[in-house]
């Protein structure tokens, strides 16, 4: 008796993957999102000024670099 059948065959996807952008919080050292997404592919070129977001674990106002960024799904 089977309960199950073969598993799918995963899904190649084809375009670009987007990626976001996250920086560790200076104060309390967890990654926050910055609310911004690249294309994997462009981040390498990409040139990123100094932005600022307001950080939700201290809610305190962070500027970073493009050292200081982790590209996450």
Same mark, same amino acid.
């Given at each position: 008796?089977?309960?199950?059948?073969?598993? %799918? %065959? &995963? =899904?190649?996807? !084809?375009? #670009?993957?987007?990626? &976001? *952008? *996250?920086? &560790? $919080? #200076? !104060?309390? /050292?967890?990654? /926050?999102?910055?609310? +911004?997404?690249?294309?994997? +592919? *462009?981040? /390498? /070129?990409?040139?990123?000024?100094? #932005?600022?977001?307001? $950080? #939700?674990? $201290? +809610?305190?106002?962070? !500027?970073? !670099?493009? =050292?200081?960024?982790? *590209?996450?799904?």
């Amino acid at each position: 008796m089977k309960f199950f059948g073969k598993p %799918a %065959a &995963r =899904k190649v996807k !084809s375009g #670009p993957v987007i990626k &976001r *952008l *996250l920086v &560790r $919080c #200076p !104060s309390t /050292a967890k990654l /926050a999102v910055t609310g +911004q997404t690249i294309d994997e +592919q *462009l981040w /390498a /070129a990409a040139k990123v000024k100094t #932005p600022k977001f307001t $950080c #939700p674990h $201290c +809610q305190q106002v962070h !500027s970073w !670099s493009k =050292k200081d960024v982790v *590209l996450a799904r």
